[in-house]
């Protein structure tokens, strides 16, 4: 089954609140993939509102600060991804180390829609999130999953595992001092060929 991969653009929206707006009701607080992008104080400020016009705004700019998949005709995944500079919750060196003076892209977000886990679409959204990164001139791509092999609740699975990226080329770099959902985070890092 495969996936078709697109921009989260202003266009698709809908689509992009879908896969990250609240799920009950407009009122409720929901990330918005904003907590990691602006930082969890200032997203932490925002009310439901204000998170939604900035996706929005984020949406209607290039690049866009992300990728949808599809299935056939309804949204199945997202990937958040964007230069490391962009992101200031990767800021921290000391929970995040920086390799090198190379600018990554970073993907930092992952999701499969309830109902179409395990049948292979977050590997398609990460490879979506790849191309779309080598697209927009990334040299070298970064993630920060988790490091095990352990059952994990999927609210604690969006930065994906280390394993996906394994599949997909990335070698471990480094140790973080980030820890979900009681598994550590790692850097991995895929270079341009």
Known sequence: ???QILPATAERFDDVETMLGPKRG???IACWCLTYRLGSRASGKLDAAARKAAVHDLCSH???????AYLEDEVV???SVAPR???AELADPTTYP???DVEPWSIFCLRTRGGKR???IGQQVLRGAIDFAWSNGAEVIEAYPLDTTEKTAPVFTYPGLRSMFEKEGFTKVADTESVIGGA???VMRLESS
């Not at 290039?62 to 949808?68: A, V």
């Open 62 to 68: 290039s690049p866009s600060p992300g990728i949808l």
């Open 118 to 120: 395990r049948q292979g």
């Open 184 to 186: 550590r985070r790692v």
């Open 26 to 28: 407009p009122d409720a």
């Open 1 to 3: 089954m495969d996936t």
């Open 77 to 79: 995944g997202w990937a």
């Open 98 to 100: 920086r390799v090198d």
């Open 85 to 87: 500079s962009q992101v």
